[in-house]
């Protein structure tokens, strides 16, 4: 890494959005149909031999990216992204969950992906300055946040298919309400059958543009038949419960345990996931990573043995699962309510992010 990248230079945007604008999209942000002013920009030149440097960090104003038509994303989709939120708190002060954990996955990507690392001062100090410019686009209340999105992809104009050897990482960052939209209502998830996310060896693990791009068929399968979310079970057909299109999944349990599918290499590492697992233990549940069957979930509901299922992310925070709808079943209702564990885990989280309850693992780091 060259040292001077840290150095950011900053150029404003010259046409910011107006405050009545700006006022109007914050008070009903949605989810990522909107931009603040500002991006933060990296870029990464290697040569030959493969050995590249940082350089060149900066603060732009929003806008398209001009891009060589051959650049190798365009065609290969060599691309990695992460997702983590900003929160002001009631004094003013912004802070971010976890951001090293982000850093540290997206390095994981990275790699996966044949892209070069960024250095962990790198990507804590882009979220810094774009923060920094564009605080006045934190939103306020229940849930909401700004959701940053650091991206990296491969920039380089050619077509032969080897790792490209110009890299641009970017950091946009969009106001975010209730993911979902409207209350906390439990949601209905399709099962899909037909597609796989992930395989053994594939880039499941890794957060990349090219896996969702693989589940956005069966997202339009769940849609059709009235779901938000789509659960994938695990490629080798074996009815093991993996995890959503973008969030991970947790069960319930009468007996007091709280069981998530093991990290088995083709499921997303997710921050929310790691952090619910901490709080669950923290709260004497006895937290399971391990294999569930799609029998086990059908049996347990039936039966009265798992209680609640809930799913989890940055984006959602964390969302209850109503009904199950597969091709020939349904496991679960639609017209269930949100259960006491999967509420109070989910307050505490959000309690923890927003600075109203007491952050007692040092998850936070202030922004601005
Ligand atoms: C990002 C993501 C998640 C959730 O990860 P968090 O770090 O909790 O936001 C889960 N599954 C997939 C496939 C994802 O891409």
């Known amino acids: 890494m060259s040292v001077s990248a840290l150095e950011f230079s900053q150029q404003l945007s010259a046409h910011p959005k107006s405050a009545q604008e700006r006022a109007a999209i ?4 949605g989810f990522g149909d909107y931009f603040t ?3 933060a920009v990296i870029d990464y030149k290697a040569d030959e031999t493969g050995t590249g440097i940082w350089q060149n960090a900066r603060i732009e104003p929003y806008g398209p990216i001009a891009m060589d038509p051959a650049a190798a994303v365009l065609h290969y989709g060599q691309e990695i992204f992460e997702g983590l939120k900003a ?3 009631a004094d003013g002060s912004v802070w971010t969950f976890r951001p090293e954990a982000n850093a540290a996955r997206m390095n994981l990507s990275a790699l996966r992906l044949a892209l070069p690392e960024l250095p962990e001062e790198l990507f804590m100090e882009s979220l810094r300055r774009l923060v920094s410019v564009d605080s006045d686009w934190i939103p306020e209340g229940d849930g909401a946040a700004l959701y940053l999105r650091p991206f990296m992809i491969a920039t380089e104009a050619f077509l032969g298919v080897r790792p490209a050897r110009e890299v641009s ?3 946009i960052a969009s106001p975010a309400g209730n993911y979902f939209g409207g209350e906390l209502k439990p949601v209905s ?3 899909s059958t037909r597609y796989a996310r992930a395989g053994i060896g594939g880039t499941g693990e890794a957060k990349c543009g090219g896996n969702y791009a693989a589940s956005l068929i069966a997202q339009m399968e769940g849609e059709a038949h009235g779901c938000k979310q789509v659960l994938f079970l695990d490629a ?5 419960v993996e995890e959503l299109g973008g969030m991970n999944v947790f069960f319930v349990f009468k007996d007091g345990s709280l069981v998530t599918p093991a990290l088995s290499g083709t499921i997303l590492h997710g921050v929310t996931r790691s952090s619910v697992i901490q709080l ?3 709260r004497g549940l006895d937290v399971q990573e391990r294999k569930i069957t799609l029998d086990e979930w059908r049996d347990g509901v039936a039966s009265g043995d798992i209680t609640e299922v809930f799913a989890c992310g940055t984006a959602a925070v964390i969302t209850p699962v109503g009904e199950l709808k597969t091709e020939t079943e349904t496991i679960g209702s639609a017209d269930a309510v949100a259960g006491p564990v999967t509420m109070s885990i989910r307050e505490q989280l ?3 992010q927003t600075g109203t309850v007491e952050d007692t693992h040092g998850w936070l780091t202030r922004l601005a």
């Not at 080798?236 to 093991?240: I, K, L, M, S, Y």
């Open 350 to 352: 959000l309690g923890v």
């Open 236 to 240: 080798a057909n074996d009815n093991a």
């Open 26 to 29: 914050l008070a009903n942000p």
């Open 169 to 171: 990482y970017r950091v």
């Open 280 to 282: 669950g233990r923290d």
């Open 189 to 191: 998830i399709w099962l």
């Open 37 to 39: 002013d500002h991006t």
């Open 87 to 89: 929160y002001r708190h």
